[in-house]
């Protein structure tokens, strides 16, 4: 039978063949859409032309109000000593050289740093694993679950904040209740450096956690299923599964998911603003961020160029970091498909 | 919820105040006696009472009074930053014609007072006349009914009144009685009061009641006072000056380094600390409330208006708490001024308006049903105040006590950089406090740390 149907099929598809080729070739929509436009410069082919940009320009005069006027405005204060309602007076380069020189600024850069490595590391393998379990076909209730993620995202920071200062409080907080308990001794999540960190970082990771296992999610469902069902056929295990099929199939989310965290994660602000310890984060700035000290300079200290000084180089540092990122999870992901 | 709405509201106002000034509609339409006007005030805690902002509108139908509450840090600092510098910048009308000013701030404002409208110029119109404000007083003719120091808190260092004072916050000490009986302290209000001529005594009596706690209670950190960091600031709050002197200038002179006030300030908080007499719970945070309800300390430093913040955090500790004088006498904490900005469109409604809501009548209305106690003079003389007993605290005449401390007070100079140079002083006592430097070396860190500050290194 199949010997019939085979030796059918070519004959067939030499007749659609030949039947085609008498014809003359459809033109390709490329072509087609130029030649429509140069007969009819109205319609709806012409949104590409003049009425395109009065359709964009909502968004880009927004964008130029209230995203490139600041940073152009910043940019130019950060060359002044700026006293917003007082005397400005150009000094150049002076600021960012006090800036290199003094150790609040590095002390709040490591703190960030650390406080991004905590909050962003074990946040992405509990994600990638909730995304995981998502995934599951045999799951009761997926939306409702996938509903519950979303919600510690949709919280105002200062109700975590309230909620989590009452868990980590040093004399009376759950967590530390928790922690005598298990026979360890109390700990102070607002004076000690680590625990504070660990605070704040516990925070960010419950606002994002969940969010970002949904974007993943999302991309585990558009992996084609063949490649599982090849997969098992060839005796892979669900670990080896996961390893070979699922986190190649991830790298660029990875990659996506990563860099919006750096972006968030190097000017958390407002975390460590309500933990409790002021503008300069702590006794001795143990959880002072970048954008904390520059809301304290410009704000406390009223030093406005110093400020947008402390501003232009979170921009650098965050490009960096996110090359950085960038080109490790391209490795990382090349590896693992080799 | 509410407070979902709230921010909701807010962000819908800030944004079209931002459009507002995008767009710069400053058009001002001529104005006959009954057209509606709307008063914008920006102001943070209870500065604005809701039922008197009620009363106003009864009294005037065509005045909308559209008060918001910010955080204080915010509009204080941000937005009355960016406010000022709009204005300066465009000159524009536009933005809030009344904002409150804490005095935490009020040293950055004093000394720029072109951000605000003189009130010496203002005169008030003839619109309140019925409810008890003459018609053509000035910020000058006002001045006296004021406390006298309450009132320097709104003058601007170039002498121009900017700002006119709310409620006095005062600062004596409230105790638990329950408490202190148990440690074999006197309790009654008097001999407690006795007990602390100084603070050195005061911080004796602390020695003698942390000695009567158990080794577990000890372990929790329960202790005598809350947080032995506020005694820094009320101590400096009895002098006549702190970080800076009048020296005849806008901007005073720098004296935080050989002020003596300041290291004995600074000493005794050390040696408050050092005696185990603090809890080290920091006001405000999570585990101060809890704290008030289980007596993990016994004693706070308590402004007027933190007394219904304990009644409200801790209902089941009522009549055990008192309130004795503190140490040496007198005290403030806190306290506010309303100001017009220079930028604001409804200057003379805004006028009329705060020299109806800060008269004496009204005060003390404020402070009959809210516990603010008055800024005005007259107003300590009334019986409602003089006789005022609160039953939450053991039927204690806190009118007579508040009202004593606070006519004891002398003004006291501030400066432009009061708020940045009180936070590294805090957060030098705060290291101490965690053990984490010895109090010599805090002492010179935070010195170091101030000479490198921005805000001093510029002149200010």
Not at chain 1, 9 to 28: D, M, T, V, W
Not at chain 1, 29 to 58: C, E, H, M, Q, V
Not at chain 1, 288 to 314: C, D, K, M, N, R
Request: with cysteine; net charge positive; hydrophobic share 45%.
């Amino acid at each position: 039978m199949t010997a019939i149907d085979d030796s059918t099929k070519p004959s067939e598809s030499s007749r659609q063949g030949s039947k085609g080729s008498r014809r003359k070739p459809a033109p390709s929509p490329w072509r087609a859409k130029k030649i429509k436009s140069d007969k009819n410069p109205g319609g709806l082919a012409s949104l590409n032309g003049k009425w395109g940009y009065l359709f964009t320009a909502p968004f880009f005069v927004m964008f130029l109000i209230f995203g490139l006027a600041p940073i152009v405005y910043s940019t130019v204060i950060a060359f002044f000593n700026w006293d917003p309602i007082g005397e400005v007076e150009f000094i150049g380069l002076k600021n960012f050289e006090d800036l290199l020189a003094d150790d609040r600024f590095w002390l709040a850069l490591g703190n960030t740093m650390e406080i991004w490595v905590l909050a962003t590391f074990p946040a992405l393998v509990g994600s990638i694993g909730l995304a995981a379990i998502l995934r599951n076909r045999f799951l009761r209730g997926a939306t409702a679950w996938r509903t519950v993620l979303l919600v510690p995202n949709i919280t105002s920071v200062i109700a975590v904040a309230i909620v989590f200062g009452q868990l980590f409080g040093r004399d009376f907080g759950m967590i530390n209740n928790v922690i005598e308990a298990l026979g360890f001794p109390r700990v102070d999540f607002i004076e000690d450096s680590f625990a504070s960190h660990v605070a704040i970082a516990t925070m960010i990771t419950w606002r994002w956690m969940g969010y970002n296992a949904l974007i993943f999610l999302a991309s585990m469902l558009a992996i084609p299923d063949e490649l599982y069902e090849s997969a098992s056929l060839d005796g892979a295990s669900a670990w080896q599964q996961f390893r070979y099929v699922t986190l190649p199939g991830l790298r660029n989310t990875i990659t996506f998911v990563l860099i919006v965290g750096t972006i968030g994660g190097l000017q958390v602000f407002a975390e460590p603003l309500t933990l409790g310890g002021g503008l300069s984060g702590g006794s001795s700035r143990q959880f002072s961020t970048l954008t904390l000290f520059l809301y304290e300079q410009a704000f406390a200290s009223y030093q406005w160029g110093y400020a947008a000084a402390v501003g232009i180089l979170i921009t650098f540092i965050v490009l960096i970091v996110s090359a950085i990122n960038f080109a490790i999870t391209r490795r990382l992901a090349d590896e693992s498909t080799r | 919820m509410a407070k979902f709405f709230a921010k909701k509201r807010v962000l819908a106002a800030t944004s079209a105040l931002a459009l507002l000034s995008v767009l710069s509609i400053g058009v001002e339409p001529a104005k006959s006696a009954d057209a509606p006007v709307k008063i914008t005030v920006w102001s943070f805690g209870d500065v604005i009472q809701r039922d008197l902002v009620r009363q106003y509108q009864a009294l005037h139908p065509n005045v909308t009074i559209e008060y918001t509450k910010y955080n204080l840090d915010d509009v204080n600092g941000t937005k009355l930053i960016t406010q000022c510098s709009a204005y300066k910048l465009t000159k524009k009308l536009g933005g809030p014609d009344i904002v409150a000013v804490e005095v935490a701030y009020s040293g950055k404002w004093r000394a720029t007072p072109s951000c605000f409208q003189d009130l010496r110029k203002m005169e008030t119109s003839d619109t309140n006349v019925a409810a008890g404000v003459k018609a053509g007083l000035s910020g000058s003719d006002l001045k006296a009914d004021y406390l006298p120091w309450r009132w320097e808190q709104g003058v601007g260092y170039d002498d121009s009144v900017i700002g006119i004072p709310t409620d006095v916050g005062g600062l004596e000490v409230a105790y638990r009685s329950d408490l202190f009986k148990k440690a074999g302290l006197p309790f009654e209000r008097t001999a407690v009061g006795k007990l602390w001529p100084t603070w050195d005594k005061f911080i004796e009596t602390g020695k003698k009641y942390v000695a009567k706690l158990t080794a577990a209670q000890k372990k929790k950190n329960f202790a005598f006072i809350d947080d032995a960091g506020s005694i820094y600031t009320a101590m400096l709050n009895q002098g006549t000056a702190k970080y800076y002197e009048n020296d005849g200038t806008d901007a005073g002179k720098l004296v935080y380094k050989n002020n003596p006030a300041i290291k004995k300030a600074w000493d005794t908080t050390i040696n408050a600390m050092n005696s185990g007499i603090s809890s080290k719970t920091a006001q405000f945070t999570a585990d101060w409330p809890v704290g008030m309800n289980n007596g993990k300390f016994a004693v706070i430093l308590s402004p007027a208006w933190m007394t219904e913040y304990i009644k409200a955090q801790a209902p089941s500790t009522k009549g055990k708490w008192d309130i004795a004088t503190i140490p040496v006498g007198g005290g403030n904490q806190g306290g506010t001024q309303l100001t017009i900005p220079a930028g604001a469109v409804n200057k003379q409604e805004a006028y009329d308006f705060m020299t109806w809501y800060l008269a004496p009548a009204q005060q003390l209305q404020m402070f009959k049903k809210f516990g603010l106690f008055p800024s005005t003079l007259a107003s300590y003389k009334d019986p409602a105040v003089a006789d005022y007993k609160d039953p939450f605290f053991n039927n204690a005449p806190v009118g007579k006590i508040y009202g004593e401390g606070m006519l004891k007070l002398k003004p006291i100079f501030e400066g432009t950089c009061q708020r940045a140079i009180d936070m590294a002083f805090g957060a030098g006592l705060g290291r101490v406090q965690a053990k984490k430097q010895t109090a010599a070396a805090s002492w010179t860190a935070t010195l170091a740390a101030l000479s490198k500050d921005k805000c001093l290194s510029s002149g200010n």
